[in-house]
């Protein structure tokens, strides 16, 4: 049976392990492969080139030039106050529809 670990003996090998396992974690994150890093592909690649568009959100429905014949209906006629998204907002009493300027 071993004798009880003393104090001395406790701190020297805490202290002989502390300077130990930096270098053993760094061993273990250099064999783990980088989770982003480029892999080979499944089957051979079939496109030369390839455009990448990132674009956030939609276009804007003044880019569109989507026709909207329900708002050229609408021009001039008053949006009613009980509409929620201009209940309660000051300055915005009474509201006009607007058709687009283009045609």
């Known amino acids: 049976m071993k004798p009880p670990l003393n104090r001395r003996q406790f701190?020297?090998?805490?202290?002989?392990?502390s300077l130990v396992f930096p270098g053993i974690v760094q061993r273990l994150l250099?064999?783990?492969a980088d989770p982003l890093a480029?892999?080979?592909p499944h089957f051979p690649a079939k496109a030369k080139n390839v455009i990448f568009l990132f674009m956030t959100g939609g276009v804007s429905h003044v880019d569109s030039f989507d026709p909207k014949p329900e708002l050229v209906k609408g021009h001039g006629k008053e949006i009613k106050a009980d509409h929620p998204e201009i209940k309660n907002r000051p300055g915005y009493e009474r509201i006009y529809l607007k058709r687009p300027q283009w045609e």
Do not use: D, Y
């Open 11 to 17: 701190l020297r090998s805490a202290a002989a392990g």
């Open 30 to 32: 250099a064999e783990s």
């Open 38 to 40: 480029p892999k080979t």
